[in-house]
């Protein structure tokens, strides 16, 4: 079966810019993270969806950052005016229910 | 804060060497305790996981852990480590109220042929 999918692969944008990142997730799976990968880190998490809600949106690392979940389905994470250092890995992950955690291949985003 | 620690970063070995990565946890009730594996360009993949019965679990490519509660501790081993275990290997808990997933900060091995 089809697995955690996201969107573009890759992104170079300049700074100041928006973009946009893109997760489909494994069908019926209603938990979705997002988390970040900088390089030599860990994985930074950023925001929990259950369904279309966003019960933890603790990680966040600013009001530059938003993201959103419809149809308890696809979600988009929304960074605006990118700084060089949101450049990291964006990494989505879904989960039926706080069982494991299939995740994507991962947005390797670069601010220049 | 929950926490998730790993206590090797970086691990250098041979073919057939026994491998051991340690893992502590910092929540003291009920969870459920992952490893997972990032090979060279690729994305993370679960290698096993724990969620309740026996501690000595089995995953792929002869790897296992063991969970001690007494220790908080979920350290993955494998036996004989083969070139192509070279990886970055990430150890994870989620507890029943958690929003997320905790992550170690990962170890990377380096397996030499």
């Known amino acids: 079966g089809a697995g955690v999918s996201q969107s573009p692969s890759n992104k170079v944008t300049e700074k100041g810019k928006d973009v946009e990142l893109r997760c489909d997730p494994i069908?019926?799976?209603?938990?979705l993270y997002w988390y970040r990968q900088s390089l030599g880190q860990g994985l930074e998490f950023l925001i929990y969806?259950?369904?279309?809600?966003?019960?933890?949106k603790s990680g966040l690392p600013s009001d530059r950052f938003s993201a959103e979940r419809t149809g308890g389905s696809v979600s988009t994470l929304t960074i605006q005016r990118t700084q060089q250092e949101d450049s990291a890995v964006y990494l989505c992950?879904?989960?039926?229910?706080?069982?494991?955690?299939?995740f994507g291949q991962g947005t390797r985003l670069t601010v220049v | 804060a929950q926490s998730v620690s790993q206590h090797n970063h970086h691990v250098i070995l041979s073919e057939a060497a026994s491998l051991e990565l340690g893992c502590n946890y910092s929540?003291?009730?009920?969870?459920?305790l992952f490893w997972y594996v990032q090979y060279p360009g690729q994305h993370l993949q679960l290698l096993l996981k724990y969620f309740s019965g026996d501690p000595l679990v089995k995953g792929i490519k002869g790897f296992e852990a063991e969970f001690i509660k007494s220790k908080f501790s979920f350290n993955l081993r494998k036996p004989s480590v083969q070139w192509s275990d070279t990886a970055e290997y990430f150890c994870a808990v989620i507890g029943y109220n958690f929003n997320k997933f905790y992550f170690g900060s990962g170890t990377k091995l380096n397996v030499k042929p």
């Open positions: 069908s019926g799976h209603t938990a």
């Open positions: 929540y003291g009730g009920t969870v459920n």
């Open positions: 992950a879904s989960s039926p229910v706080r069982t494991e955690a299939f």
């Open positions: 969806f259950q369904g279309n809600s966003a019960p933890d």
